[in-house]
Protein backbone atom coordinates (compact mmCIF):
# COMPACT_ATOMS: atom_id res chain seq x y z
CA UNK A 1 0.00 0.00 0.00
CA UNK A 2 3.12 2.24 0.98
CA UNK A 3 4.30 2.31 -2.50
CA UNK A 4 0.74 3.31 -4.00
CA UNK A 5 0.04 7.05 -4.94
CA UNK A 6 -3.75 7.62 -3.35
CA UNK A 7 -4.90 10.08 -5.89
CA UNK A 8 -6.98 13.27 -4.23
CA UNK A 9 -8.88 14.98 -6.91
CA UNK A 10 -11.35 17.84 -7.02
CA UNK A 11 -13.18 17.67 -9.91
CA UNK A 12 -14.73 21.08 -9.62
CA UNK A 13 -11.28 22.92 -9.71
CA UNK A 14 -9.80 24.88 -12.86
CA UNK A 15 -13.61 25.83 -12.82
CA UNK A 16 -14.29 22.10 -14.10
CA UNK A 17 -11.44 21.99 -15.84
CA UNK A 18 -9.96 19.09 -13.70
CA UNK A 19 -12.72 17.00 -14.50
CA UNK A 20 -12.68 16.87 -17.97
CA UNK A 21 -8.82 16.03 -18.21
CA UNK A 22 -8.05 14.24 -14.79
CA UNK A 23 -9.46 10.48 -16.77
CA UNK A 24 -6.61 11.01 -19.59
CA UNK A 25 -4.08 12.18 -16.99
CA UNK A 26 -4.21 9.71 -14.65
CA UNK A 27 -4.35 6.96 -17.56
CA UNK A 28 -0.72 8.39 -18.29
CA UNK A 29 0.37 7.99 -14.88
CA UNK A 30 -0.49 4.16 -14.91
CA UNK A 31 0.68 3.68 -18.28
CA UNK A 32 4.17 4.60 -16.66
CA UNK A 33 3.48 2.36 -14.01
CA UNK A 34 2.29 4.51 -11.24
CA UNK A 35 -0.04 2.52 -8.65
CA UNK A 36 -2.87 5.01 -7.96
CA UNK A 37 -5.90 4.65 -5.88
CA UNK A 38 -8.16 7.59 -6.95
CA UNK A 39 -10.96 8.75 -4.68
CA UNK A 40 -13.00 12.23 -5.84
CA UNK A 41 -14.06 14.94 -3.46
CA UNK A 42 -17.35 16.50 -3.40
CA UNK A 43 -17.36 19.45 -0.87
CA UNK A 44 -14.48 21.76 0.43
CA UNK A 45 -12.54 20.56 3.28
CA UNK A 46 -13.30 17.03 2.35
CA UNK A 47 -9.66 16.32 0.91
CA UNK A 48 -8.19 16.65 4.57
CA UNK A 49 -10.64 14.18 6.26
CA UNK A 50 -9.86 11.75 3.11
CA UNK A 51 -5.95 11.86 3.78
CA UNK A 52 -6.00 12.09 7.17
CA UNK A 53 -7.62 7.93 7.14
CA UNK A 54 -5.45 7.07 4.63
CA UNK A 55 -2.54 8.08 6.60
CA UNK A 56 -3.98 5.82 9.07
CA UNK A 57 -3.99 2.66 6.79
CA UNK A 58 -0.56 3.25 5.62
CA UNK A 59 -0.41 5.08 2.80
CA UNK A 60 2.78 7.95 2.38
CA UNK A 61 2.35 9.04 -1.16
CA UNK A 62 -0.38 11.16 -2.15
CA UNK A 63 -1.12 13.07 -5.39
CA UNK A 64 -3.58 15.98 -5.40
CA UNK A 65 -5.02 17.19 -8.85
CA UNK A 66 -6.70 19.83 -8.55
CA UNK A 67 -5.04 23.52 -7.70
CA UNK A 68 -3.38 24.86 -4.63
CA UNK A 69 -6.52 24.30 -2.70
CA UNK A 70 -6.43 20.50 -3.11
CA UNK A 71 -2.62 20.58 -1.76
CA UNK A 72 -3.25 22.62 1.28
CA UNK A 73 -6.55 20.61 2.52
CA UNK A 74 -3.84 17.09 1.89
CA UNK A 75 -1.22 18.73 3.93
CA UNK A 76 -3.44 19.58 6.98
CA UNK A 77 -4.74 15.91 6.56
CA UNK A 78 -1.79 14.59 6.67
CA UNK A 79 0.10 17.22 9.65
CA UNK A 80 0.17 17.20 12.50
CA UNK A 81 0.33 13.50 12.99
CA UNK A 82 3.11 13.21 9.97
CA UNK A 83 5.69 15.68 11.64
CA UNK A 84 6.43 12.50 13.63
CA UNK A 85 7.24 10.73 11.48
CA UNK A 86 9.14 9.29 8.05
CA UNK A 87 8.44 12.60 5.79
CA UNK A 88 5.44 11.48 3.65
CA UNK A 89 5.40 12.50 -0.18
CA UNK A 90 3.29 14.96 -2.27
CA UNK A 91 3.40 15.09 -5.68
CA UNK A 92 1.01 17.18 -7.97
CA UNK A 93 -1.23 17.27 -11.08
CA UNK A 94 -2.04 20.88 -11.79
CA UNK A 95 -5.19 20.95 -13.22
CA UNK A 96 -6.35 23.86 -11.26
CA UNK A 97 -6.12 27.75 -11.66
CA UNK A 98 -3.62 29.02 -9.68
CA UNK A 99 -1.18 25.71 -9.02
CA UNK A 100 1.42 28.70 -7.57
CA UNK A 101 3.59 26.29 -5.44
CA UNK A 102 4.93 24.74 -8.33
CA UNK A 103 6.04 27.74 -10.36
CA UNK A 104 8.74 27.81 -7.95
CA UNK A 105 10.10 24.68 -9.77
CA UNK A 106 8.94 25.13 -13.52
CA UNK A 107 6.04 26.55 -15.88
CA UNK A 108 5.85 23.05 -17.86
CA UNK A 109 2.44 22.77 -16.35
CA UNK A 110 0.94 18.85 -16.12
CA UNK A 111 3.29 17.86 -18.49
CA UNK A 112 6.28 18.55 -16.43
CA UNK A 113 4.59 17.03 -13.40
CA UNK A 114 4.00 14.05 -15.51
CA UNK A 115 7.82 13.81 -16.25
CA UNK A 116 8.65 14.12 -12.36
CA UNK A 117 6.31 11.63 -10.86
CA UNK A 118 7.41 8.83 -13.43
CA UNK A 119 11.14 9.77 -12.73
CA UNK A 120 10.60 9.75 -9.20
CA UNK A 121 12.22 12.99 -9.04
CA UNK A 122 11.08 14.69 -5.28
CA UNK A 123 13.29 16.99 -2.82
CA UNK A 124 12.28 18.28 0.95
CA UNK A 125 10.42 20.54 1.42
CA UNK A 126 9.47 22.60 4.87
CA UNK A 127 5.77 23.14 5.89
CA UNK A 128 4.91 25.85 7.58
CA UNK A 129 2.64 25.54 11.13
CA UNK A 130 0.25 28.66 11.85
CA UNK A 131 -1.18 28.24 15.75
CA UNK A 132 -4.07 30.08 16.42
CA UNK A 133 -6.38 30.64 19.45
CA UNK A 134 -8.93 28.00 17.74
CA UNK A 135 -6.33 25.12 16.91
CA UNK A 136 -3.65 25.11 14.37
CA UNK A 137 -2.94 24.72 10.36
CA UNK A 138 -0.49 23.99 7.71
CA UNK A 139 0.92 25.44 4.86
CA UNK A 140 3.97 25.10 2.23
CA UNK A 141 3.45 28.03 -0.21
CA UNK A 142 2.27 31.47 1.85
CA UNK A 143 -0.03 33.43 3.92
CA UNK A 144 -1.15 36.88 3.92
CA UNK A 145 -2.37 39.60 5.44
CA UNK A 146 -3.95 42.98 4.31
CA UNK A 147 -4.73 44.35 1.06
CA UNK A 148 -3.80 40.35 -0.75
CA UNK A 149 -6.28 38.83 1.89
CA UNK A 150 -8.72 41.75 1.94
CA UNK A 151 -9.44 41.40 -2.21
CA UNK A 152 -9.48 37.19 -1.88
CA UNK A 153 -12.51 37.71 1.28
CA UNK A 154 -14.08 39.94 -1.03
CA UNK A 155 -14.32 37.55 -4.21
CA UNK A 156 -14.84 34.82 -2.00
CA UNK A 157 -17.79 36.31 0.03
CA UNK A 158 -19.19 38.33 -2.17
CA UNK A 159 -18.34 37.25 -6.04
CA UNK A 160 -17.10 33.82 -5.94
CA UNK A 161 -19.30 33.18 -8.76
CA UNK A 162 -18.51 35.93 -11.29
CA UNK A 163 -15.27 34.41 -12.56
CA UNK A 164 -12.58 37.39 -13.26
CA UNK A 165 -15.31 40.10 -13.37
CA UNK A 166 -15.14 39.19 -9.69
CA UNK A 167 -11.92 39.27 -9.14
CA UNK A 168 -11.63 43.07 -10.68
CA UNK A 169 -14.84 44.35 -8.61
CA UNK A 170 -12.74 42.60 -5.28
CA UNK A 171 -9.94 44.39 -6.02
CA UNK A 172 -11.37 48.06 -6.75
CA UNK A 173 -13.73 47.71 -3.80
CA UNK A 174 -10.55 47.37 -1.80
CA UNK A 175 -8.78 50.19 -3.90
CA UNK A 176 -11.46 52.72 -2.86
CA UNK A 177 -11.57 50.69 0.87
CA UNK A 178 -7.56 50.78 1.02
CA UNK A 179 -6.88 50.21 4.43
CA UNK A 180 -3.43 50.78 5.80
CA UNK A 181 -3.34 49.03 9.59
CA UNK A 182 -1.03 47.48 11.66
CA UNK A 183 -1.08 44.08 12.41
CA UNK A 184 1.51 43.53 15.14
CA UNK A 185 3.86 41.29 15.59
CA UNK A 186 7.48 40.22 16.79
CA UNK A 187 9.95 38.79 15.05
CA UNK A 188 12.06 35.81 16.43
CA UNK A 189 15.21 37.52 18.24
CA UNK A 190 14.03 40.54 17.83
CA UNK A 191 13.40 42.77 21.28
CA UNK A 192 10.62 44.86 19.64
CA UNK A 193 6.92 44.32 18.71
CA UNK A 194 6.28 46.07 14.79
CA UNK A 195 2.77 48.30 14.91
CA UNK A 196 3.66 49.66 12.06
CA UNK A 197 0.49 50.29 9.70
CA UNK A 198 1.01 48.03 6.26
CA UNK A 199 -0.32 47.74 3.13
CA UNK A 200 0.20 43.85 3.58
CA UNK A 201 2.55 41.00 5.26
CA UNK A 202 3.15 37.59 3.55
CA UNK A 203 4.96 35.11 5.10
CA UNK A 204 6.46 32.77 2.22
CA UNK A 205 7.48 29.08 1.96
CA UNK A 206 7.78 29.37 -1.48
CA UNK A 207 8.19 32.63 -4.43
CA UNK A 208 4.58 32.68 -5.99
CA UNK A 209 1.31 33.30 -5.41
CA UNK A 210 -1.99 34.01 -7.72
CA UNK A 211 -0.30 32.10 -10.44
CA UNK A 212 2.60 34.19 -11.56
CA UNK A 213 2.95 37.05 -8.66
CA UNK A 214 6.45 36.64 -7.60
CA UNK A 215 5.52 37.73 -4.17
CA UNK A 216 8.87 36.28 -2.15
CA UNK A 217 11.18 35.87 -4.29
CA UNK A 218 14.28 35.11 -2.18
CA UNK A 219 11.96 32.20 -0.39
CA UNK A 220 13.68 28.67 -0.84
CA UNK A 221 10.96 25.61 -0.11
CA UNK A 222 13.48 23.82 2.52
CA UNK A 223 15.53 26.18 4.10
CA UNK A 224 13.86 25.73 7.67
CA UNK A 225 12.70 29.60 7.50
CA UNK A 226 9.80 32.08 6.74
CA UNK A 227 10.13 34.24 4.06
CA UNK A 228 8.49 37.13 5.56
CA UNK A 229 7.66 40.26 2.98
CA UNK A 230 6.34 43.11 4.34
CA UNK A 231 4.64 46.48 2.18
CA UNK A 232 4.48 49.39 3.83
CA UNK A 233 1.96 52.44 4.19
CA UNK A 234 2.07 53.08 0.16
CA UNK A 235 -0.50 55.05 -1.06
CA UNK A 236 -3.49 53.99 -4.24
CA UNK A 237 -1.13 55.70 -6.86
CA UNK A 238 2.24 54.53 -5.54
CA UNK A 239 0.27 50.82 -5.52
CA UNK A 240 -1.34 50.98 -9.08
CA UNK A 241 2.22 51.88 -10.24
CA UNK A 242 4.30 49.44 -9.02
CA UNK A 243 1.53 46.64 -9.43
CA UNK A 244 4.01 45.05 -12.19
CA UNK A 245 7.01 44.72 -9.85
CA UNK A 246 4.90 42.42 -7.88
CA UNK A 247 5.08 39.67 -11.12
CA UNK A 248 8.79 40.26 -10.65
CA UNK A 249 9.99 39.97 -7.45
CA UNK A 250 11.47 43.74 -7.46
CA UNK A 251 8.64 45.19 -5.31
CA UNK A 252 11.15 44.31 -2.28
CA UNK A 253 13.50 47.38 -3.35
CA UNK A 254 10.34 49.55 -2.81
CA UNK A 255 11.71 52.37 -0.08
CA UNK A 256 8.68 50.95 1.75
CA UNK A 257 9.03 47.42 1.30
CA UNK A 258 11.12 45.14 3.34
CA UNK A 259 12.02 41.33 3.57
CA UNK A 260 13.62 39.01 5.76
CA UNK A 261 14.55 35.34 6.61
CA UNK A 262 12.84 34.04 9.98
CA UNK A 263 12.65 31.10 12.04
CA UNK A 264 9.53 32.07 13.89
CA UNK A 265 6.75 35.14 14.25
CA UNK A 266 4.74 35.52 16.81
CA UNK A 267 2.00 37.24 16.70
CA UNK A 268 -0.19 40.08 19.31
CA UNK A 269 -3.07 40.99 17.43
CA UNK A 270 -6.49 42.04 19.25
CA UNK A 271 -8.63 40.20 17.06
CA UNK A 272 -8.88 37.84 14.40
CA UNK A 273 -8.12 38.74 10.66
CA UNK A 274 -9.06 37.57 7.61
CA UNK A 275 -5.91 35.84 6.31
CA UNK A 276 -5.27 34.01 2.88
CA UNK A 277 -3.50 30.95 3.01
CA UNK A 278 -2.84 28.72 -0.03
CA UNK A 279 -5.50 30.30 -1.83
CA UNK A 280 -8.09 29.66 0.96
CA UNK A 281 -9.90 32.14 2.98
CA UNK A 282 -9.61 31.97 7.20
CA UNK A 283 -10.85 33.91 9.73
CA UNK A 284 -8.14 33.53 12.27
CA UNK A 285 -7.07 34.82 15.51
CA UNK A 286 -3.02 34.16 15.16
CA UNK A 287 -0.43 33.47 17.61
CA UNK A 288 2.38 32.05 16.36
CA UNK A 289 3.98 31.02 12.95
CA UNK A 290 7.02 28.40 13.08
CA UNK A 291 8.74 25.92 10.77
CA UNK A 292 8.45 22.17 10.16
CA UNK A 293 11.97 21.64 8.55
CA UNK A 294 12.10 19.71 5.88
CA UNK A 295 8.68 17.65 7.23
CA UNK A 296 7.63 16.96 3.33
CA UNK A 297 8.73 15.73 0.11
CA UNK A 298 7.39 17.12 -2.73
CA UNK A 299 7.83 15.55 -6.30
CA UNK A 300 9.09 18.20 -8.55
Request: with cysteine; aromatic share 8%; glycine share 10%.
Amino acid sequence: MTETFLAVVNPAAGGGRCRKLVGPTLDRLRAGGIKLEVIETTAPGQSTQIVRDAYTRGFRRFLAVGGDGTSYEIVNGLFPRAANHESPTLAFLPLGTGNSFLRDFGDGGVQLAIDAILAGRSKPCDVLRLTHQAGVIHYINLLSMGFAADVATMRARRFSSWGEPGYQLSIFSQLVRFRRRPFPLRVHGESEIDRRPCLFLTFNNSKYTGGTMMIAPKAEVSDGLIEYVRWGPIGRVGLIRNLPTLYDGTHINHPLAERRAAKQIDFYLDAPVDVMVDGEVLTLHCETLDVLPSALKVVV
